[in-house]
């Protein structure tokens, strides 16, 4: 296994190669998170730091368990409850913390680019947890696993992406990894939220959300993300959903066994029913799931340490 990064800064950033290795190694830590004893040595003396500057409940939750079940020392610290709420800057945060010597800093932040920002300047890893509207890699590569999981293959599928395109860094980080990956790539939403040129990025773009989903292998669908808008960009939620809302009726335009995906939170009613969001066809909890042995094999790769204890 040869992975030579020392962080995981975005997809585009990583090699085919690269997705290939952190999902098999997420493939061999996985089965230590149904064991009694959820524990390995793999990462004992490390130090992570989870440092969120935006909310989160299942990216950072997942960053920590995974750092602890390879047994790593890890420390939440939220923008909301630092010295950042006093006027500190990101740098200023960042290097304090550093002083007290972490192994690896996983950010999230609101700023496109944050992430890129730190690595540069401090001598510990960095990992994105999201960033702005540019990158959420570790989301993606969940989702990786989860379709191979689930179909065997990532190759050739069709994978529809619905909702709101521009504000998502979810699309972004998806968009490089499936291209990398040679699934094909379809997105819709409202032309509001179709940032022109993406089509250059990878993906057929259809103005109708029913086309998009038309046979696909694979429906992910999007929230809203309404903190990242300066106004609204759509007449009403109510007309939202009937146009771009995931229901019992479109789904049948995707192939019977496609996955619905949705990288959480959920927004019921709005860009999903109920009924297709608990259907059986809905693998989104599996997502969350797979989240954590994704997240350790990325803690682990760039730690560079001997995985032969686990
Ligand atoms: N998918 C995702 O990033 O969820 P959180 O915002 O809860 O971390």
């Known amino acids: 296994m040869a992975f030579a990064h020392k962080h995981i800064l975005g997809i585009n950033e990583l090699s085919r190669e690269d997705i290939i290795t952190i999902l098999d190694t997420a493939e061999s830590f996985k089965e230590i998170n149904t064991r009694e004893i959820k524990k390995v040595p793999t990462l004992r003396g490390k130090t992570i730091i989870n440092l969120f500057f935006e909310s989160s409940t299942r990216t950072r939750t997942s960053f920590e368990i995974a750092g602890k079940r390879l ?22 945060t960042a290097r304090n913390i550093e002083a007290m010597h972490p192994d ?6 609101s700023a496109s680019g944050a992430p890129h920002y ?20 570790s989301q993606a590569l969940l989702d990786l696993f989860t379709i191979r999981q689930h179909k065997g293959r990532i190759e050739d599928l069709k994978v529809a992406i619905i909702g709101d395109i521009t504000h998502s860094r979810v699309v972004r980080s998806n968009l490089y990894a499936l291209n990398k990956m040679g699934a094909e790539v379809r997105l819709s939403g409202p032309g509001t939220m179709i940032p022109p040129g993406i ?24 929230r809203i993300q309404m903190e990242r ?57 599996s997502q969350v799931e797979n989240g954590v042995a994704v997240r350790m094999a990325l803690l682990y790769l760039i730690s560079g340490v001997e995985h032969s204890e686990a």
Do not use: W
């Open 199 to 222: 089509e250059k990025m990878g993906a057929t773009v259809y103005a109708d959300m029913n086309e998009a989903i038309d046979g696909a292998d694979v429906v992910m669908m999007l």
């Open 71 to 92: 047994s790593a020392d890890t420390v939440n610290i939220s923008a909301s409850a630092s010295s950042v709420t006093k006027g500190e800057t990101l740098e200023d």
């Open 104 to 109: 690896i800093i996983v950010m999230r932040h």
């Open 229 to 285: 808008q300066g106004k609204s960009l759509i007449p009403s939620l109510r007309e939202y959903a009937r146009f771009y809302g995931l229901n019992t009726v479109n789904l049948k335009l995707a192939r019977p066994d496609a996955l619905v995906m949705h990288p959480g939170p959920i927004n019921r009613g709005v860009e999903l029913s109920s009924y297709v969001a608990d259907g059986p066809q809905n693998v989104i909890l």
């Open 118 to 137: 730190l690595a540069q300047r401090l001598n510990c890893s960095v990992v994105n947890a999201g960033d702005g509207a540019h990158e959420h890699p």
